[in-house]
């Protein structure tokens, strides 16, 4: 079972609902799956789909992953999450290849590599048997042969 989480959007998950769903889950020792993510998906023309940065509602439409206020409230936000649920895996960003081909958002990805190596130490420091991951779009690893 898989739970998507914004930074900025920390209301849905303290919601009586999603609390006795989360409560079940693990009550029935089901698997806890967490995913923050930090863009959505647009059509771009020439690039078919392309990703569109997503910010907290309330920073700047603008912000980018070398923001000191985003990374702190990235980081506060998995941290909190795996403080509280202690999940089985925590997953931090979806396809992100797609985020690094879209040539706009290419020189921000070298942010984004870095809040992911500090997002695991966060992590981790709460959650140590947390296991953190990455999703890659298999697609693209197919066209290039990277699998």
């Not at 698997?31 to 023309?45: A, C, D, G, K």
């Not at 795996?82 to 797609?98: C, T, V």
Request: proline share 5%; with cysteine.
């Amino acid at each position: 079972m898989a739970f998507c989480s914004m930074v900025g959007r920390e209301e849905k998950l303290s919601s009586n609902s999603t609390r006795v769903l989360l409560n079940l889950i693990l009550k029935n020792k089901l698997t806890l799956i967490f995913h923050t993510n930090f863009w959505s998906l647009q059509y771009v023309e020439g690039y078919e789909i392309a990703p569109l940065l997503g910010n907290p509602p309330d920073m700047p439409s603008n912000t980018t992953r070398r923001s000191k206020e985003f990374r702190s409230r990235w980081l506060k936000h998995v941290t909190n999450i795996s403080r509280k649920w202690h999940p089985a895996f925590y997953s931090l960003g979806n396809e992100i290849d797609l985020f690094y081909n879209y040539e706009p958002n290419r020189v921000d990805f070298d942010n984004y590599i870095s809040l992911v190596a500090e997002s695991y130490d966060a992590i981790k420091s709460v959650s140590p048997h947390t296991k953190v991951m990455i999703i890659f779009k298999i697609e693209n690893l197919i066209k290039t042969n990277s699998i």
